[in-house]
Structures are given as C-alpha cells and as structure tokens.
C-alpha cells in the first residue's frame, strides 16, 4: 500500500503567483487540502501584456505569504509535509526563479526534499487529480500562452502529437479584442460579442486544415481579422456594433473549426494505440470558450471519446497541479538537489520535433 504523502506546490512562472498544499493517502484520490492564487491583471493592465521584470519582482514578494496561507488554509506545519514541489520552467524566467529560491529555502531550512516540475506536465496530470483518470490519455492545453495536443502516458512520459507554430488561441482571442476595442482578457469579450454576430457573414480561414498534421497557426487569423475590419472601415468610415459582433462570431467559429479538426485527427492516433479506458481532457482558458467547448464535445461523442474539462479553477494556472505532479513524481523517486536551475524553455517531449512559434507568455516548448 502507498504511504500517504502531502506535498506543496509553488507556481510563478507567468502572471499568478500561487501555492497549495495536496495529499494523498495510499491510493485514494488526491485530495486539495489548500489553493492560493495571487492573480497580477492589475499589476500589468496598462502595458497590454505581462511585463517579466513586473511580474517577477511581484512573485518575489507575494511567494512567502502565499506559501503561509497555503498552510494556514492546510491547517499544517512545514514539518508535516513530505515534500516541496515548484515549476522549474517553462516560463519568464525572473518568476521561475522566485519560485525556485523560495523551494529551495524552504528545503534547506527543512530538511525536505525538493522535486522540480515542468508547469506543462501540471496541466497535463490535472485529470488526474480531479477525476483520477487512468493512462494513456489525451490531453488538449489551450490557453494564453500554450496550445498542444499531448498524448500522456505516464507522470514522466508525453508524447507531443502538434501544437501551434505561431501564437496560442488565448493570444489570438486577446489580439481579436484589441483590434476590435474590446477589454481584456478577450476571450470571454469576443465570446460575448460572439452571441449576437452571424458566424457566416465573414469566412474567416482555417489555417494548416490542409497538412494532415496536429499542428496549428493562429496569426494569419489574427491578420485576416485586421484586415477585414480595416475594410469595413475604408468603406463605412468606422464599424457598427453588428459589424464587430459579426467579426467576433466569425473569428470563434474558426478558431473552433481548426480545434475541431485538429482534435480529430489527434484522437486518430490516440485510438490507434488502443488505450482500455479512452478520454480526451482539456485545459487552459480557452476551455471555458462554449463554442470550442461545443466543438471538441462533439468530436468526443462521434469518435466514442469521454470528454473532461476540470473545474477552470484547475485548468487556469494553479500551484494544486504543481503539488499533485509532485506526488506522483516523487513517488516515482524523482527527487532534485540545490543545483536544480530555472528553465525558460522546456520542452515536455524531447523526441517531437520542435515547433517553430511559441505563446505570448514566451516560447514555450
Ligand atoms: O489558462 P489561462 O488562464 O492563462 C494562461 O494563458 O496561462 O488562459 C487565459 C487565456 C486568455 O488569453 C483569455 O482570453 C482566454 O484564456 N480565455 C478565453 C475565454 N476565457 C478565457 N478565450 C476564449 N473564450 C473564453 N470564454
Ligand atoms: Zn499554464
């Protein structure tokens, strides 16, 4: 029988700074004993993007009471835990290591020891700890800054079947509502616009449908998007209301094309591997988008594939998915040392060939 082990998590490797404390007894599921999340919207709402040197100075100073509300909401003691886990990348590099020299002196201080996380292996393993899903299974991240299908075979085994060359679909949706004057985040914006536009009245493209890959670009949709409204505007010398709904509706409904088709064919290879159990997870933002949402539930049923979406609590960044990837690769015996460095890249699967864009949080993997 497995022992029974508690870990805490630190995540800081883009805009949130957070900590959580998870435990397992045995092999029961994972249990979220506490979550903290400091948000910095505020911190970088004037710059239209996350300013690194901000964001790392703010994690700096928020990382040692995150880590005490953690435990205080634990209800526990440092020298209760089992272990400490913290993202080592990827990420802007100045959080990640906030985050790192936090472990590490909480660990040298302690005695306990400390297991380095990649963040994407967080979100990937998050079905686990919500619904606790066997391998293989396949995992959809999209978000602001990530856009990858992975198909998960182990705590320490991802197969990165395509991901985007360009930008992720939270960037495109956040680009969308800027060029179309609305607030940020966008995605929910340009959702809310969406509910009164005509998704037919402007074809948007569908990029890279015609490679029979999972590989996804988003700019040139961004670009199209420009460019059709700059069109409107020469013509009528500004835009209506319904213009921008339509445009808003028409961009949705290429991004969830694309995400549509793409899943498919990702679930292709998935299937062809014969997993017992078969599940399409996703995570990240744009999961909370009801039309993407629609989209990959309908590819899900067709191809006779259960579809997860955890609580977008979980799916948005969170230190719970760097606690519970602790656990299971501790488990495994994976353990670091002082020597454990901050990675601004790090690619999950190193045998995939690498893809040429990255994310607006930074090139990814
Ligand atoms: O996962 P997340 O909270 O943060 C990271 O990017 O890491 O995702 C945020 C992204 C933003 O780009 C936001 O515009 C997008 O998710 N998003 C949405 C929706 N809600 C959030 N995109 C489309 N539709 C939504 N309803
Ligand atoms: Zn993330």
Redesign the pocket.
């Known amino acids: 029988m497995a022992q029974t082990l508690t870990v805490l998590g630190l995540e800081s490797s883009?805009d949130d700074t957070a900590a959580a404390v998870v435990q397992q007894s045995g092999v029961d599921r994972a249990e979220i004993l506490s979550s903290i999340v400091y948000g910095q919207t505020e911190l970088h709402s004037a710059y239209g993007g996350v300013v690194p040197e901000l964001a790392a100075r703010a994690h700096a100073e928020k990382l040692d009471q995150c880590v005490r509300d953690a435990l205080a909401g634990a209800d526990l003691t440092l020298a209760e835990l089992d272990a400490v886990a913290v993202t080592a990348g990827p990420g802007l590099i100045g959080g990640v290591m906030s985050g790192v020299m936090c472990a590490k002196g909480i660990c040298a201080a302690t005695g306990l020891p400390l297991v380095g996380i990649n963040h994407l292996a967080g979100h990937a393993l998050t079905p686990r700890l919500t619904d606790a899903i066997s391998f293989p299974y396949l995992m959809l991240l999209v978000?602001?800054?990530h856009c990858q299908y992975l198909l998960v075979r182990s705590p320490d085994d991802f197969t990165r079947l395509g991901g985007t060359i360009d930008d992720a679909p939270?960037?495109a949706?956040?680009k969308t509502a800027r060029l179309l004057g609305l607030p940020q985040?966008?995605?929910?914006a340009?959702?809310a616009e969406a509910i009164t536009g005509d998704p037919r009245r402007f074809r948007f493209p569908r990029p890279l449908l015609d490679r029979d890959d999972c590989n996804l670009s988003f700019s040139g949709l961004k670009t199209a998007l420009l460019r059709q409204r700059d069109q409107i505007v020469a013509e009528k010398n500004g835009i209506t209301r319904q213009d921008r709904a339509d445009m808003c509706a028409g961009f949705q409904a290429a991004v969830a094309d694309v995400l549509a088709e793409k899943t498919r064919r990702a679930l292709r290879i998935y299937l062809a591997e014969g997993p017992s159990e078969i599940t399409l997870a996703v995570a990240?933002?744009?999961a909370?988008?009801t039309a993407i949402r629609g989209g990959l539930e309908s590819v899900a049923d067709e191809m006779g594939t259960r579809f997860l979406a955890p609580p977008l609590a979980l799916?948005?960044?969170n230190a719970a998915m760097i606690a519970y990837a602790g656990i299971e690769r501790f488990r495994d015996g994976a353990c670091d040392g002082m020597d454990l460095a901050a990675r601004p890249r790090w690619p999950l699967d190193n045998s995939s060939p690498a893809l040429l864009g990255s994310g607006r949080?930074g090139a990814k993997a």
């Open positions: 883009c978000s602001g800054g939270g960037e949706f956040d985040p966008g995605g929910p340009v959702q990240g933002g744009v909370a988008n799916c948005t960044d949080k």
